[in-house]
């Protein structure tokens, strides 16, 4: 059973950098072929893909956040990062990771300004 659990800041004061950490159980990230997402969901708004990382590093980003987001992993804890830079109130928001049918429960955040 592939388990996924995100883990952020909840309060982050505007343009300050937003770190959410997804911690996978039940398939290691390095496998082959998957791709592992992320996604986020405003207040009152659908859901909104931010990017992914393949079981290989490499990622892709949504061009709609202009270069201000960046996934990163680290294998040895089974964990996949997203980094949001120069945050502002429009970013709150429940960030969500997955791969495929799996999701992890969301986690809110808040950016004050």
């Known amino acids: 059973q592939v388990q996924l659990q995100e883990s952020g800041p909840g309060l982050v004061n505007a343009s300050q950098t937003l770190f959410v950490t997804c911690s996978v159980s039940?398939?290691?990230?390095?496998?082959?072929?998957?791709?592992w997402t992320w996604i986020r969901q405003p207040p009152g708004k659908g859901l909104e893909w931010i990017g992914h990382i393949a079981y290989d590093g490499s990622t892709y980003l949504s061009p709609s956040l202009n270069g201000r987001a960046s996934i990163s992993r680290d294998t040895s804890k089974n964990q996949f990062t997203l980094q949001l830079s120069s945050v502002t109130p429009e970013d709150t928001a429940v960030y969500y990771c997955h791969r495929d049918e799996y999701w992890g429960q969301g986690t809110q955040v808040t950016v004050s300004s």
């Open positions: 039940g398939a290691s990230i390095t496998v082959n072929r998957y791709f």
